[in-house]
């Protein structure tokens, strides 16, 4: 077991980030997509495991988040929660699964919910898929919204760049993180935008927001686990804070590896039956 203690060992339950919230205790939230990782982190203490539709980039190799299926995430997230215990686990809606049909959102939700176990979902937008939000929420599938930049709109934005900084996208924002909040959402991610207005959001809201380049003004923060381990070397946006050099551990042990079978130290005696 982890050498990591947290001073609340309950099960992580979307009540629990309420409280979490409102005794002003910041919450961890990470992403993971496979058992081995997932049981990792979660025996490091974190509060909340996004198997995230990133997985497209970081586990599949493709330029956007857009190609991943409902099969995929679902394959993902049922991994995932082999591993975990304690930390809330909450899996993407990928493209394609609830904008513009709110009958084909809950039925995508329902068979992330059935299949893989997960405990939440997570969905991109505002008001533009807000009929989905609540007809997902009225099966009593807890969802936790999404704003700022919405990956999965990449080809309408055009840019990666912070989203928010006029006052009139701002302004939308904060309406449309009303909005989520009212329909019944139990948190919001926030992903790039200024910290002033991330911070605005985040007080104007009784439920937890969960940062991602959006400054340290919001109730927790989140990041995708090949970035921060330092695996994934090509990405290196401001917001990012790598906590390990995994690339270079890794390429040392397999090269190494290889050098030993090249010249015949490995296996030696002790290493063979």
């Known amino acids: 077991m982890s050498t990591y203690t947290v001073e609340d060992p309950r099960k992580v339950t979307t009540r629990r980030l309420a409280e979490m919230k409102a005794k002003g205790e910041k919450i961890a939230m990470?992403?993971?997509y496979d058992y081995s990782m997932a049981r990792l982190i979660d025996e490091a203490g974190m509060d909340v495991i996004l198997v995230g539709d990133s997985a497209s980039n970081v586990?599949?190799?493709?330029?956007?988040?857009?190609?991943?299926?409902?099969?995929?995430?679902?394959?993902?997230?049922?991994?995932?929660?082999?591993g975990v215990e304690r930390a809330l686990v909450v899996c993407d809606l990928p493209f394609g699964t609830y904008q513009g049909n709110s009958i084909e959102a809950l039925s995508?939700?329902?068979?992330?919910?059935?299949e893989s176990h997960a405990e939440a979902v997570k969905i991109e937008g505002g008001e533009e898929i807000i009929e989905s939000v609540r007809r997902i929420l009225s099966a009593g599938i807890p969802v936790m919204g999404h704003l700022g930049l919405t990956?999965?709109?990449?080809?309408?934005?055009?840019?990666?760049?912070?989203?928010?900084?006029?006052?009139?996208?701002?302004?939308?924002?904060?309406?449309?993180a009303r909005l989520l909040e009212e329909a019944g959402c139990f948190a919001i991610v926030l992903e790039k935008i200024p910290a002033t207005l991330a911070e605005k959001v985040t007080k104007a809201l009784t439920i937890?927001?969960?940062?991602?380049?959006a400054g340290g003004g919001c109730d927790g923060q989140v990041l995708?686990?090949?970035?921060?381990?330092?695996?994934?070397?090509?990405?290196?946006?401001?917001?990012?804070r790598r906590?390990?050099?995994?690339?270079?551990?890794?390429?040392?042990?397999?090269?190494?590896?290889?050098?030993?079978?090249?010249?015949?130290?490995?296996?030696?005696e002790k290493e063979q039956y």
């Open 30 to 32: 990470l992403t993971a």
């Open 59 to 82: 586990m599949a190799g493709n330029a956007t988040t857009l190609p991943m299926t409902l099969d995929q995430m679902i394959y993902h997230a049922k991994s995932v929660m082999k």
């Open 108 to 114: 995508s939700a329902i068979r992330i919910m059935k």
């Open 151 to 176: 990956p999965q709109s990449i080809n309408k934005f055009g840019t990666y760049a912070v989203r928010a900084r006029e006052e009139a996208e701002a302004e939308k924002l904060i309406a449309d």
């Open 208 to 213: 937890p927001t969960i940062g991602i380049g």
């Open 224 to 240: 995708v686990m090949h970035d921060m381990l330092g695996i994934n070397k090509g990405f290196s946006p401001r917001f990012l």
């Open 243 to 268: 906590y390990a050099d995994l690339a270079t551990v890794i390429e040392d042990a397999v090269g190494n590896y290889i050098k030993d079978v090249k010249s015949s130290d490995f296996p030696n």
